[in-house]
């Protein structure tokens, strides 16, 4: 339903972000009538953590300087969703949701906030090449044609940046970033784990950036454009899919994150 909802916003113009939870107002609720279930910023509680993992279809504009929703709605910005078989490993704790006018459920939004249990892995987020990379040596790289960041907006990182010679410091290219896994592998597309980019603040509550998202079949097809795929060359691919797989899927036990 959610993905519903964005596809009708989506076609649709609004001269403010602002307009889009009232907007839906009338059809959020009746399906909530209907349904029973629980509206999160436009988001409805039986389709967590799906809901969640929606990518930006404008990230070259601003994010809006008034606040219409969470970072972690789908109705912040425009959108597009992803579909992939959910962690189970993935829990909603609590939400809390301020409303406008109290007494309009499917109306505007002053504040937002969830509380999440899931696996939650440390990454390093370089600038340049817009790679992912472990802390730690011993937990790996993820290559971008293999392992993609998708940011909801691009403002304050350049898309253009290349690497710099020049750079007095490399380690200022780097983002420390969270990574929120929300779904799995799904074996008919080859794509997942996939999930949410977060970056904490000072008082260690997080905001989304983005989502991430493993694609073996597409990486596959970016890797043979860019090298002759001879025998030395393919168990060299075969090594690099292990080592994409290691780094996303090693064994972490869960945290729990606030997410605004």
């Avoid at 983005?210 to 079949?217: A, V």
């Amino acid at each position: 339903m959610d993905r519903d909802l964005g596809r009708i916003l989506t076609r649709a113009s609004f001269d403010r972000k602002r307009d889009q939870l009232p907007a839906l107002a009338g059809i959020a609720g009746r399906w909530g009538e209907l349904s029973n279930d629980t509206y999160l910023a436009g988001i409805w509680l039986s389709h967590l953590p799906q809901g969640l993992l929606w990518s930006n279809a404008c990230p070259e504009k601003p994010r809006p300087k008034s606040y219409s929703a969470p970072s972690w709605s789908w109705t912040s910005l425009d959108n597009f969703f992803q579909e992939l078989p959910a962690d189970e490993a993935f829990k909603l704790l609590s939400h809390q949701i301020e409303l406008e006018f109290p007494d309009l459920p499917y109306g505007k939004v002053k504040d937002g906030s969830i509380t999440i249990r899931g696996k939650v892995i440390p990454m390093l987020w370089n600038l340049n090449d817009k790679s992912l990379r472990a802390p730690d040596a011993d937990h790996g790289y993820l290559h971008p044609d293999f392992v993609g960041v998708s940011l909801d907006v691009w403002e304050g990182y350049n898309e253009d940046n290349e690497d710099n010679e020049d750079n007095e410091c490399e380690q200022q290219d780097f983002e420390e970033v969270w990574l929120l896994q929300l779904v799995l592998f799904d074996d008919i597309s080859r794509k997942g784990p996939a999930g949410l980019v977060l970056k904490k603040d000072e008082s260690n509550k997080c905001r989304r950036l983005g989502i991430y998202f493993y694609d073996q079949r597409g990486g596959f097809i970016r890797f043979v454009d860019e090298v002759s795929l001879h025998q030395e060359n393919w168990y060299f691919y075969e090594a690099m899919i292990e080592e994409q797989r290691k780094s996303l899927t090693r064994i972490i036990e869960p945290t729990t994150l606030i997410i605004l």
